[in-house]
T-cell receptor
Framework: SQQGEEDPQALSIQEGENATMNCSYK?????LQWYRQNSGRGLVHLIL?????REKHSGRLRVTLDTSKKSSSLLITASRAADTASYFC????????????FGTGTQLKVEL | GAVVSQHPSRVICKSGTSVKIECRSL??????MFWYRQFPKQSLMLMAT?????????EQGVEKDKFLINHASLTLSTLTVTSAHPEDSSFYIC?????????????FGPGTRLLVL
């Protein structure tokens, strides 16, 4: 299986609800990053969390990292229709320099 | 914020021809750029790491003679898909790592959609 696996693969919620996406990985990391991709477009960097950090916030985003479980979660609070996109986690492996290994992604749909 | 551009945004070519894709960092210098490929509804797969002034480093399974990478300056890397075939049709995305970045944040281009007929 891949270094980064995300669940759920797809998530559909109503506007205003919270969305939680999870990412699991297999090997030791320097940092973990979350990206957003609108359909057919490039990636937008959302947040980076280092291996010695447990939680970070940025606006409506909250990311947690549990290195003992090799997992991370992305929480989007008070979702909006404009949050509809695919979300990917990416890990920078220990000793891997700045190379990123992307997870399988979660397709989020926020309905009005 | 840091901006990365790609050109062209989409290209259609005949099988057997070569296609060049440019990746430019517009407002910063990047000693390292990365090239990814993304098939429909799939994740990004790293193809190669492009280093200014030296040879690119290719990931396992990526043919270096087919996907030629040139990183001739601190703001430009090019990917040439040689003798393209329909199975090379994909979304190619580059990213650039600012030279002064100590945080490992890569900035991604908008991608190039390649269709080989």
């Amino acid at each position: 299986s891949q270094q980064g696996e995300e669940d759920p693969q797809a998530l559909s919620i109503q506007e205003g609800e919270n969305a939680t996406m999870n990412c699991s990985y297999k090997t030791s990391i320097n940092n973990l990053q979350w990206y957003r991709q609108n359909s057919g477009r490039g990636l937008v960097h959302l947040i980076l969390i280092r291996s010695n950090e447990r939680e970070k916030h940025s606006g409506r985003l909250r990311v947690t990292l549990d290195t003992s479980k090799k997992s991370s979660s992305l929480l989007i609070t008070a979702s909006r229709a404009a949050d509809t996109a695919s979300y990917f986690c990416a890990t920078a492996l220990t000793g891997g320099g700045n190379k990123l290994t992307f997870g399988t992604g979660t397709q989020l749909k926020v309905e009005l | 914020g840091a901006v990365v551009s790609q050109h062209p945004s989409r290209v259609i070519c005949k099988s057997g021809t070569s296609v060049k894709i440019e990746c430019r960092s517009l407002d910063f210098q990047a000693t390292t750029m990365f090239w990814y490929r993304q098939f429909p509804k799939q994740s990004l797969m790293l193809m190669a790491t492009s280093n200014e002034g030296s040879k690119a480093t290719y990931e396992q399974g990526v043919e270096k003679d087919k996907f030629l990478i040139n990183h001739a300056s601190l703001t430009l890397s090019t990917l040439t898909v040689t003798s393209a075939h329909p199975e090379d049709s994909s979304f190619y995305i580059c990213s650039a790592l600012p030279g002064t970045s100590s945080r490992g944040t890569q900035y991604f281009g908008p991608g190039t959609r390649l269709l080989v007929l």
